[in-house]
């Protein structure tokens, strides 16, 4: 591939990111880019990926950066129950990322851009020292679902898996000290795959609509994201043990068991899954959601098992990580 | 200021941008932010200022930095004929930089965000080794202005004014050599002002809608951004010197004499004025736009003086500089 300049740059991925989607009336290329207006509600978000922070490319691919960075900003949409519409992506471009690795790491952003339904309409290319990835998202939704809904009496549900991610990038670290050539075992090549090419739940999110009273999307643990939710609705969540091991898959109990984790602590504390976490009416439960808890009055997440009530703790920091 | 952590910070930010626009559903806080539908088309973009690429802190102060990161990205949207509607401001932080730095930085952006009636309504924190600001900015127009749509017969109109701010980046680079401690005469110390205050030209931009064929902000010289808006359009366009030049402030005259730079090569290879070019029928110029040339068949940009026509080179590119 010949020498990375901005011209030849944004040429392929004015090609490679165009879309005939009837929403997009003016794509890449211009000032900015247009989208029409529709009827609904516009529901934007925007997530970036910082490599050193966000991802180590000794255990993900370029193309995985891509690809996971857009999902990860999907996923907000999903949380909120909206159709994605349009992307907007900026790029930050260190100078010993060649033509060849720009080709790698947008053709992943391309394939989660297809995958989502979500065209990338325009963006930013800037020359820095490191890495990043910064991906604006725009939906719409007839009535987008908030985190402060929830109400006592509701069920706490589950829209997705959890833990996998956490187990895959475990053992991505393990493996690299230890054996850096072997073949992982099945589960852990499963869980290694949900953490490199998460997928943002979109139709499930757009189930809960007119169902569930609050969603978040889980990027940082479900127990600090259940700390958040309730915080945010002003209500207790209680996550009952039994029920949320009930969740975990096979792929999980068999990776944590190779790995010596606790698979409920993988599933508590592991982040980067983008399942969703909601609330809602019993009457009113989606097939997708599993009932993991429920909502009562006071404040704060926990879990309980048996009679016990054990408090999780939030407070992920973004700017500690 | 105490210890910076990430739920103290997205607490001072939602104080600090905070908005009762009627267009804002729901604001910071929540997986994304929601904005009322409306009835006119979308106009979206999204712009990165990066420390040591786009803005070097020896010449500018935080505030600086969050102000004119927040008016360059507007300025698309002016650029489109567009309303600001909301913004999403994504910042990389690095460690160096204290709870006091980023006060002085998002007090910055939220100044401009007021002044251009674009309230901030989401965002995202994240840890990395430069400071970075990346604004994403939607807005509404009825009918938004592309640079594609310049005919042969039209004239070329500048909105705003060019050079300032390069004599003024001039003008601190070379104090910052000869004499670090002088007070800049008047007319650089407004050229120094355009350079570290632009103001996007959203009420010219909105003038210019029903009026203008094609627009361009002019983020990287005249030269630069004639030779794009010429490509786009498939025309040739020509500017007039001697009308360029009669559009030059007195304080550009000034300062480059002191500078003993050419003000015509100031006004033609600067950027980051934030002017607009435009083109459009003789007959609908709005009075804030002066003619500096014309349009013809062809392709490329020129400068005519007298009957000579000397070719304006484009290609600036972002990946280089």
Known sequence: MAALNERRLVALLDARFRSDAPQVSLGIGDDAAVLAAGSEPWVCSVDASVQGVHFDLRFLGLEDVGYRSFQAAVSDL???????????????????????????????????????????????????????????????????????????????????????????????????????????????????????????????????????????????????????????????????????????????????RRLRRSPLQLALSGGEDYALLATGPRALRPPSARTIGFVTTGSGAFVAHGPRLRPLRGGFDHLRH
């Open 78 to 256: 999903a949380a909120m129950g909206a159709r994605p519409r349009a992307a907007l992506s900026a790029l930050v471009l260190p100078r010993w990322l060649s033509a060849a690795d720009i080709d790698r790491l947008t053709a992943g952003q391309a394939k989660a851009s297809q995958e989502t339904d979500c065209p990338i309409v325009g963006g930013n290319l800037a020359r820095g020292g490191e890495l990043s990835v910064t991906t604006t998202v725009l939906g719409q939704a007839e009535r987008p679902i908030p985190r402060s809904g929830a109400r006592p009496g509701e069920q706490l549900w589950l829209v997705g898996e959890l833990g996998l991610a956490a187990a895959g990038l475990s053992a991505l670290r393990s493996s690299s000290r230890a054996h850096p050539s072997e073949e992982p075992a099945p589960a852990l090549a499963r869980c290694i795959q949900a953490w490199r090419r998460p997928r943002a739940l979109i139709a499930e999110g757009r189930e809960l609509v007119g169902r569930a009273s609050a969603v978040i999307d889980v990027s940082d643990g479900v127990a600090a994201d259940a700390v958040r939710l309730a915080e945010q609705s002003r209500v207790r969540l209680v996550i009952d043990r039994e029920r949320l091991r009930a969740t975990l898959s096979g792929a999980l109990l068999e990776g944590a």
